[in-house]
């Protein structure tokens, strides 16, 4: 099966933040998002609500439970107590635990996961317990993800930005997809579903899904939202959905 599309609605939000107003609606657009085809919806809640508010999370919830419930509901963020009890209270279907420092502008490496395991292991062991699939987000990293299997986590997230980043440099793109692909191997291989993020558009996503064929999902908010800006959230959908191989 292809990889799944989660469509990142945090892009969309801090544009409507940047106004007191209500548009673009958050969900609106989750709506167009999901009924194009989409898999899922992913927020990533931060303090400052710079993007996402607190009072987006249950109208997004609620949109998912009453119009498609077949989609999944993805919240991201930094496992403090705060963020641990909103997810608890608004039951995402995959929580993806990032490290960043909450005020940093987005997530940009994965978790010393042999260093900081005892720090994770407890927060997954609630997470797990609460019925939420956990990822973990993880740098393109081989002999790193042996120890993110033994925090109980289902998943890492692989952190795609440096592949992203090589758009206009085929060579370095080719070496930054093979890093991919073999820290993808390795987590297969020590039993963990596999998921990717950050900087994926439409011309870096067929390569990415033709190394990684057993690659479960894709987030993607920036260039999708910037790809719908010019083609609109229902057909930007669509191309990202055909380059995922749907």
């Given at each position: 099966m292809?990889?799944?599309?989660?469509?990142?609605?945090?892009?969309?939000?801090?544009?409507?933040?940047?106004?007191?107003?209500?548009?673009?609606s958050?969900?609106?657009?989750?709506?167009?998002?999901l009924?194009?085809?989409?898999?899922?919806?992913?927020?990533h809640?931060?303090?400052?609500?710079?993007?996402?508010?607190?009072?987006?999370?249950?109208?997004?919830r609620?949109?998912?439970?009453d119009?498609?419930?077949?989609?999944?509901?993805?919240?991201?963020g930094?496992?403090?107590?705060?963020f641990?009890?909103?997810?608890e209270?608004?039951?995402?279907?995959?929580?993806?635990?990032?490290?960043?420092?909450?005020?940093?502008?987005?997530?940009?490496?994965?978790?010393?996961?042999?260093?900081?395991?005892?720090?994770?292991?407890?927060?997954?062991?609630?997470?797990?317990?609460?019925?939420?699939?956990?990822?973990?987000f993880?740098?393109?990293?081989?002999?790193?993800?042996?120890?993110?299997?033994?925090?109980?986590?289902?998943?890492?997230?692989?952190?795609?930005g440096?592949?992203?980043?090589?758009?206009?440099?085929?060579?370095?793109?080719?070496?930054?997809?093979?890093r991919?692909?073999?820290?993808?191997?390795?987590?297969?291989?020590?039993g963990?579903?596999?998921?990717?993020?950050?900087?994926?558009?439409?011309?870096?996503?067929?390569?990415?899904?033709?190394?990684?064929?057993?690659?479960?999902?894709?987030?993607?908010g920036?260039?999708?939202?910037?790809?719908?800006?010019e083609?609109?959230?229902?057909?930007?959908?669509?191309?990202?959905?055909?380059?995922?191989?749907?």
């Amino acid at each position: 099966m292809p990889a799944k599309l989660s469509v990142n609605l945090n892009a969309i939000a801090m544009l409507r933040n940047r106004r007191d107003l209500p548009w673009p609606s958050v969900t609106g657009l989750g709506r167009i998002a999901l009924a194009a085809g989409a898999h899922g919806l992913t927020v990533h809640p931060r303090p400052d609500e710079r993007h996402i508010r607190r009072s987006d999370l249950p109208q997004i919830r609620a949109l998912i439970d009453d119009e498609f419930p077949h989609a999944e509901f993805n919240i991201e963020g930094y496992p403090s107590e705060e963020f641990l009890r909103l997810v608890e209270e608004h039951q995402p279907e995959q929580v993806t635990l990032v490290p960043d420092d909450p005020a940093q502008a987005t997530s940009d490496h994965g978790w010393n996961f042999a260093g900081q395991a005892a720090f994770l292991v407890p927060i997954v062991r609630r997470l797990k317990k609460g019925g939420f699939r956990v990822s973990l987000f993880s740098d393109p990293d081989p002999e790193a993800v042996a120890a993110a299997s033994q925090t109980g986590a289902d998943r890492i997230e692989l952190y795609t930005g440096p592949y992203g980043a090589c758009h206009s440099d085929s060579g370095k793109a080719g070496n930054e997809l093979e890093r991919l692909g073999k820290t993808a191997d390795a987590a297969l291989a020590a039993g963990l579903g596999v998921n990717a993020g950050h900087d994926l558009v439409v011309d870096n996503l067929p390569p990415l899904v033709a190394r990684i064929p057993a690659l479960a999902e894709v987030s993607i908010g920036h260039g999708l939202t910037a790809d719908a800006l010019e083609h609109g959230m229902a057909r930007s959908v669509q191309r990202f959905l055909k380059a995922c191989g749907w």
